[in-house]
């Protein structure tokens, strides 16, 4: 796990940012590619299929924690980073 205090360059939370805006983004760079190999695909679909984890049923969705605020500053040790990683993977087995 990175670094409590870890963002990414447009300020989210490092895990956040790896684990849902990386992998939605990712997909929206092979829409393209998809787009034109389900066209010769033989049920004329294509598909990206993204895992998570069981510790989202740890999670508690905490919008404030996504950026640098006082209440992720007060995060510690292993705890803070379990929750910054099972947020990231409650939202990411949410919207996938």
Excluded: W
């Excluded at 989202?56 to 803070?80: A, V, Y």
Aim: net charge positive.
């Amino acid at each position: 796990m990175p670094p409590l205090e870890a963002l990414t360059a447009d300020g989210y939370d490092l895990v956040f940012g790896t684990n849902v805006v990386g992998h939605f983004y990712f997909t929206k760079l092979l829409l393209p590619l998809m787009i034109e190999s389900a066209k010769s695909s033989p049920d004329g679909k294509a598909r990206v299929v993204n895992t998570s984890s069981s510790n989202h049923l740890n999670g508690k969705l905490d919008f404030e924690l996504f950026r640098d605020c006082p209440r992720r500053r007060k995060l510690t040790g292993f705890s803070g980073s379990n929750e910054l990683y099972a947020q990231s993977k409650l939202v990411s087995s949410t919207f996938h």
